[in-house]
């Protein structure tokens, strides 16, 4: 009998664009959960992490490759599959037992069957005397634990989690992590593999055995790094530290390799989805490194608790930093590079024409609407002109993000203004 307890097979995804030419979003992904594995997967965000999760759930129907479950191919949401969303997705008008008893309803589970299952999966979770409670009463550690008892419930031998504690304090959190690895380390779950989305570096390598990272445009599995380290696992011992380095290091890579020292960095796509990183924050964030204690070089993962960051925050300001070629990134830690150094060094006047200048040099798009209003007689255009180029390449909501993103940046800069109200970009002073 084969150890694997579900594959994917070259699994590809692609969304239809405006020019019907459809966005790859996942591109031949290979994967495969292992019997009595915990995997967790990271990438940054728009990379295809909850897509991909999504189908495998069979809630989504992959437009190339396959899903495979106990042999047999997924074509919508498989029995002994179970999933829990970030954002609880429970009923609102529905008890906690309601909530919990209704996949199995589903299954069609008779009555009395249904009610001692679901009584005894709120026990096991930690919500014992909260039965007859409905969710407004709750708070989202418990909410939570609600998803967790509505998916084991129905005795999944594979447990799909999308960020199912980043909606939670640091504390509940870190609870809820706890009672979950100890319901799978004393086998009270009949779960046979688990695979789980995270933004969250530390968690990741505290929970899992292997990590995928996913790369992203188009969304595919870059690496995998072995957790070989014994559980209960210390977040400060030589060994977590080296692992959490490592998928910093992985997760930091821009495209080509851009901002690694010695790495000659490829060119970006005028349709290229930019982070979404505020100027305020990107000049921060060279402050802080430039500063003591770093003095121009910090350890990412230090850095990243020193100013109280998650990984999703942290992710975009560091890539933007190393497009625009502020900073270079490699074994998990960033340097400033000269022109970073400079910035920093500078008064707000000149740090404006600084980053300006690194705009239009690094980003396609910002040169591309620098350009198109300087050639235009009246040197204005409207934002409607750039967003139906952007969604060529992208989704409307990606192409509207990207654009909103580059006016941000370009104003900041002073290469253009904007009126929100006209929705025209311009070479004019506001007046």
């Known amino acids: 009998m084969s150890d694997i307890v579900m594959a994917a097979e070259a699994v590809s995804k692609s969304f239809k664009t405006a020019d019907r030419a459809g966005r790859l979003v996942l591109d031949k992904v290979d994967f495969h959960i292992n019997d009595g594995e915990i995997v967790a ?34 074509h919508g949401p498989a029995q002994g599959v179970a999933m829990v969303f970030q954002s609880f997705a429970l009923f609102p008008w529905l008890t906690v037992l309601g909530n919990v008893e209704l996949g199995l309803e589903a299954l069609g589970v008779p009555r009395q069957e249904r009610r001692e299952r679901a009584l005894a999966a709120i026990d096991l979770i930690g919500l014992d005397g909260f039965e007859s409670a409905y969710p407004k009463e709750l708070s989202g550690g418990m909410r939570q634990r609600v998803g967790f008892a509505r998916a084991l419930v129905v005795n999944p031998e594979v447990l799909l989690l999308d960020e199912p504690f980043s909606a939670l304090d640091v504390l509940t959190a870190e609870t809820l992590r706890g009672d979950l690895v100890d319901l799978w380390l004393e086998r009270r779950i009949p779960t046979r593999g688990i695979l789980f989305v995270s933004h969250n570096i530390e968690e990741a390598v505290e929970i899992a055995d292997r990590i995928a990272i996913f790369d992203s445009d188009p969304g595919k599995i870059r690496s995998e790094i072995p957790v070989p380290l014994p559980r209960p696992r210390d977040w400060n011992s030589a060994g977590f530290r080296q692992i959490v380095d490592q998928v910093y290091a992985m997760l930091t890579t821009t495209p080509g390799g851009a901002g690694r020292r010695g790495a000659k960095p490829e060119p970006i796509s005028i349709a290229y989805r930019l982070p979404d ?12 490194v430039a500063d003591a204690p770093y003095h121009g070089r910090a350890d990412l993962p ?26 270079h990134v490699g074994g998990g830690d960033i340097e400033l590079t000269a022109a970073g150094r400079v910035y920093w060094d500078s008064d707000i006047q000149q740090r404006k024409i600084l980053f300006g200048d690194h705009l239009v040099r690094t980003i396609p798009l910002a040169a591309h609407i620098r350009r198109v209003l300087d050639e235009r007689p009246g040197h ?30 370009g104003r900041h800069a002073e290469l253009f203004a904007y009126d929100y109200d006209s929705e025209v970009l311009s070479l004019e002073n506001p007046t």
């Open 277 to 288: 990183a505020p100027v305020q924050q990107l000049a921060g964030l060279i402050d802080t």
């Open 41 to 74: 997967v990271l990438g940054k965000s728009g990379s295809g992490k909850s897509t991909f999760l999504r189908i495998l759930a069979g809630l989504i129907e992959p437009s190339g490759g396959r899903v495979v479950y106990r042999g047999a191919e997924v």
């Open 380 to 409: 204005r255009a409207p934002r409607a002109r750039f967003q139906r180029e952007l969604e060529d390449h992208l989704d409307e909501e990606e192409a509207d993000e990207v654009l909103e993103t580059i006016i941000n940046w």
């Open 302 to 327: 230090h850095l990243a608790d020193s100013i109280g960051l998650e990984t999703d925050e942290l992710l975009p300001l560091i890539e933007t930093l190393q497009l625009l070629g502020f900073a």
